[in-house]
């Protein structure tokens, strides 16, 4: 089993200008001259951790974070104002750009993954390579999945603490009243419905290792912030066309692709996997029994540190 490589620190972080009231984070770790590999976290929302850089073998990799527009470190943190998909993709041009790389390998996870199947097939000649991680498709079935009659039916208990943070004549079109709660005035209407939008997210991507906590019940702003975003690029269907990932994969046969998928990730269930390999029958297909959607866990974090050392074995 291979293991997380050991931390370590940035050699370079800046604030990327992007013409707009969006200053975006990046950093750099690694070996300066080594292979280039942007990291593309999940939510939208989520933001980059320090353990995102320890997938990759920094004698190997030249190893890039940004946090999107509104998360993480980047500013103003939460800001929904030209926040849209096509602006995240842009952002990933100016960095490539900023950086001078030709081109790298692109690794992403979740709504990274959405992510980094849409910038390659905007932006094919970039890429190096895909490894891409617990398949998000941002059809409208994925979002049904999560937020309408699917997942509930495996986590009933916390399900309805969601359906109950609305008041009762909002509760038929669950995503509609979560987003009349965030927008609304009542602070905290707001708060509640954060605050129960996130430990259900907690609940599905954590399955038997969620620890609800009953006995805080204090939302913060930086919540209500951080799922106003993630149900931002919701509402608008992630501004892409239904099924637009899957239907435009044929351009993307030929780039090296590894996909991994957990058979008990309950927020982006495997069928997305298996339709994406089908669309890519090239790509490597791991599905690994026992893991779910998180990046930890032995056998995950194995999958992904073998791919990455794959990759760069094939490159040297």
């Not at 509104?70 to 900023?98: H, K, V, W």
Request: charged letters at 20%; one cysteine or more.
């Amino acid at each position: 089993m291979n293991p997380l490589y050991p931390e370590l620190t940035p050699y370079h972080t800046f604030f990327l200008a992007t013409g707009s009231k969006h200053s975006v984070y990046v950093e750099q770790s690694g070996n300066p001259d080594g292979i280039p590999v942007v990291f593309l976290h999940g939510g939208p929302c989520s933001g980059t951790r320090p353990d995102h850089r320890r997938f990759f073998n920094p004698d190997l990799y030249r190893i890039i974070l940004f946090d999107q527009r509104g998360c993480g470190l980047s500013l103003p943190f939460g800001e929904l104002e030209n926040n849209t998909t096509q602006d995240l993709i842009a952002d990933m041009e100016r960095i490539r750009q900023e950086l001078a790389i030709t081109q790298w390998l692109v690794f992403g996870g979740s709504w990274g993954a959405a992510l980094a199947l849409l910038y390659a097939q905007q932006h094919k000649d970039k890429v190096l390579g895909l490894i891409i991680r617990a398949v998000f498709l941002a059809r409208q079935q994925d979002l049904d999945w999560f937020a309408k009659d699917g997942a509930g039916k495996i986590y009933p208990e916390q399900w309805q603490r969601l359906v109950e943070s609305l008041p009762e004549a909002r509760r038929d079109n669950l995503m509609q009243g979560i987003c009349d709660a965030l927008w609304g005035d009542d602070q905290i209407a707001q708060r509640r419905a954060a605050r129960e939008w996130m430990a259900w997210g907690g609940q599905v991507a954590l399955g038997n290792d969620f620890q609800p906590d009953r006995k805080s019940e204090h939302a913060t702003e930086k919540m209500v912030k951080q799922v106003r975003m993630e149900l931002h690029y919701a509402k608008h269907h992630y501004f892409i066309e239904e099924n637009q990932i899957l239907a435009n994969c044929y351009s993307l046969t030929d780039i090296p692709t590894v996909i991994i998928h957990g058979r008990l990730d309950f927020v982006c269930p495997l069928e997305a996997g298996y339709n994406l390999h089908k669309a890519l029958p090239n790509a490597e297909y791991i599905f690994l029994p026992d893991a779910g959607h998180i990046a930890q866990g032995k056998d995950m974090i194995d999958a992904l540190v073998t791919a990455t050392d794959q990759f760069a074995e094939q490159k040297h």
